[in-house]
């Protein structure tokens, strides 16, 4: 049973550019989180997908969109990178919210941004 | 505002000993609480959680938590610590309604000194 699988690993990109980062949930997952650890900090939640639907958000701008496709599988997209948009991006995947079951996350994209 | 807090920067244990590494939160409600473990350059892997019940929870690689209500905190222990403990530990509370997100501490070293 693959646990929550992310792609690519490390990236580099130039400030301006565009970026997709990939995730495909625990088998048997349909709510897929997705943060920013930047260096030295704990992850910041960036926003959450269930039913192909963005749920919840944090307090990141709308550079940072996302997708969830019919498989549960996600992207997330950030436009117009910056170089503090650097850092370790984990996606995390769950069942239905609201219970207790546990979130688990994958070993992140490492991205750096020059 | 719901917080988790780890007053702790870094702890240095020397094998064999006991360790804690100190959470506390405040949430209004009832929190599942969780503790991750971060190896360098990998992602969250998953120690234990609290949804209720025993105060006390047991997880992996011998890790246990004490849950205290009154204290708000959920400290995290082994009896005998090893070398290959030292790790970079988060804890996290994820709130029982529908803003359904993990909110992590700051994250806490710990040294294992051989």
């Known amino acids: 049973d693959a646990g929550v699988t992310q792609s690519p690993t490390h990236l580099i990109k130039t400030r301006g550019q565009q970026v997709t980062l990939r995730c495909s949930p625990k088998s048997g997952h349909d709510t897929v989180s997705w943060y920013q650890q930047a260096l030295g900090q704990g992850p910041q939640f960036i926003f959450q997908y269930y039913e192909e639907e963005e749920r919840q958000r944090g307090n990141f701008p709308d550079r940072f969109s996302g997708h969830q496709f019919p498989n549960y599988s996600s992207e997330l997209n950030v436009n117009a990178l910056l170089l503090g948009d650097s850092a370790l991006y984990l996606c995390a995947s769950s069942l239905l919210v609201g219970s207790g079951n546990t979130i688990y996350f994958g070993e992140g994209s490492w991205l750096t941004v020059v | 505002a719901q917080s988790v807090a780890q007053p702790e920067d870094q702890v240095n244990v020397a094998e064999g000993n006991p360790l804690t590494v100190k959470c506390t939160y405040s949430v209004s409600g009832n929190p599942y609480l969780f503790w991750y473990v971060q190896y360098p350059n990998r992602g969250l892997q998953f120690l234990l959680k609290?949804?209720?019940?025993?105060?006390l929870v047991k997880g992996s690689y011998g890790f246990e938590a004490e849950f205290n209500k009154s204290q708000t905190s959920f400290h995290l222990k082994k009896p005998s610590a090893l070398v290959s403990d030292s790790a970079l530990y988060f804890c996290a509370v994820r709130l029982l309604n529908r803003d359904d997100k993990i909110i992590f501490g700051k994250g806490t070293r710990l040294h294992i000194l051989p």
């Open positions: 609290y949804i209720t019940g025993d105060n």
